[in-house]
């Protein structure tokens, strides 16, 4: 064997006997409720489709239609050929719906986060971040090559004594407004207080608030939040059902991030079969709102069925709802244990968490029902105690 070979594999084998080695696994049904894996049907608390919108016939019609209308691939990048009728609808629609000025839709959450922080933050720039936050929002401030600074998670007093300390010409601050991995709530409205008194932008990632928070609009719109100085990222493949995300700010800002983004400028467009799917998300959630509270009344019947948990269940009031375990085998000995008894909970160990805070992470959705909620957390009593 090559050298090369042989270090790969050694460091695949530390993987494994760490317990950190991932699989993979395949579905052959849809996201959805209930999934097939391997031949059997599995009650699915493993995605992130929190209104049962991946597969829902008003977002395939529209997606058909588009297809027909588009195609299939959008051919170019948004600033040669690639944007087209649907896509602009889209940003209309989704800046009105999320109540900003003007949006900007990107291919995915990732490319969006490197985006704006690679456009609004250089060397000289100052990027304060929660310590919790999404890996592709560090990864946005690696890339700008500003001095990243990561405050504890929530530490509004430690943020507040780095910025008085910041000298630098541009600073902004960086945060998850819902958790990915702990569900918990990022204080805007504080963070936005402070932004204004250190003359900071603030940058806000939405993936786990929008479609759940604020009647489904976000969680600016849950706090009633506007500001010049916010820069809002959500995504379309989580709780909207589709694909890609956006970013929503001033229009002057969003004009510059359209010049500057290399993420944006040199990808190919979001396809048109994408951004009509999550259009048309957003008008069901526009139109009716019934999805948004059936996924609010199964987190408040989770939240009251797993009481007993005590400390090792955090308090969250969206959809991820995390089950802290500790070591990593111990999480993923649970996430077997509960994929023999037909349901799948994904165990999160580190990198992704901190060390000794591996854990379940339940992820609930409209399109579980009362009854699958009710055996989770029947399964968990069993499976803690
Ligand atoms: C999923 C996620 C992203 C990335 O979005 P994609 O569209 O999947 O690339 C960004 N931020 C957070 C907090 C996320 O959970």
């Known amino acids: 064997m090559t050298g090369f070979l042989a270090g790969v594999e050694a460091q695949l084998a530390t993987l494994g006997r760490e317990s950190l080695r991932r699989e993979r696994r395949v579905l052959d049904s849809p996201q959805a409720g209930h999934v097939v894996v391997g031949g059997r049907m599995l009650a699915n608390f493993a995605s992130n489709d929190y209104l049962g919108l991946a597969n829902h016939p008003r977002l395939r019609a529209a997606a058909h239609a588009a297809i027909e209308r588009y195609g299939v691939g959008s051919g170019a ?3 040669v050929t690639g944007h087209q009728r ?17 949006a900007l839709l990107f291919g995915s959450g990732y490319a969006a986060n490197l985006g ?7 060397r000289h720039a100052d990027i304060f971040s929660d310590r919790l936050n999404h890996a592709c929002l560090n990864d946005g401030a690696l890339l700008s090559r500003a001095r990243h600074v990561r405050y504890p998670h929530g530490d509004l007093e430690r943020l507040g004594e780095a910025l008085a300390h910041s000298k630098a010409p541009t600073r902004i601050v960086a945060t998850d407004a819902v958790f990915s991995m702990d569900g918990d709530v990022a204080a805007l409205p504080e963070l936005l207080a402070l932004c204004e008194r250190h003359d900071a932008w603030l940058v806000v ?14 969680t600016l719109a849950h706090f009633g939040l506007a500001s010049e100085r916010i820069v809002y990222m959500a995504t379309l493949g989580k709780a909207l059902g589709s694909h890609g995300a956006f970013v929503a700010a001033a229009p002057s800002v969003i004009e510059w991030i359209l010049q500057r983004a290399r ?44 009481q007993a948990l005590g400390a090792r269940r955090p308090s969250s009031p969206t959809a991820i709802q995390p089950v802290i375990l500790g070591a990593a085998d111990a999480a993923l000995d649970a996430s077997r244990w509960f994929a023999e008894r037909g349901f799948l909970v994904p165990a999160i160990r580190p990198p992704t968490v901190p060390a000794g805070t591996s854990r379940l992470r339940v992820s609930l959705s409209a399109a579980h029902t009362h009854a699958d909620v009710r055996s989770l957390a029947g399964a968990l009593q069993d499976c803690l105690a």
């Open 263 to 306: 993420t944006y400028i040199f990808s190919t467009a979001l396809p048109a079969v994408s951004a009509a799917a999550a259009h048309e998300a957003v008008v069901l959630l526009e139109e009716d709102g019934t999805l948004v509270a059936t996924l609010h009344d199964r987190i408040a019947q989770f939240r009251a069925a797993t």
């Open 77 to 79: 990048s948004p600033l």
């Open 205 to 218: 990632d939405d993936a786990h608030g929008i479609g759940v928070l604020g009647g489904g609009r976000g």
């Open 86 to 102: 649907i896509h602009e609808q889209a940003e209309e629609r989704f800046a009105r719906f999320c109540r900003m000025p003007r």
């Open 116 to 122: 704006i922080l690679t456009t609004l933050a250089d």
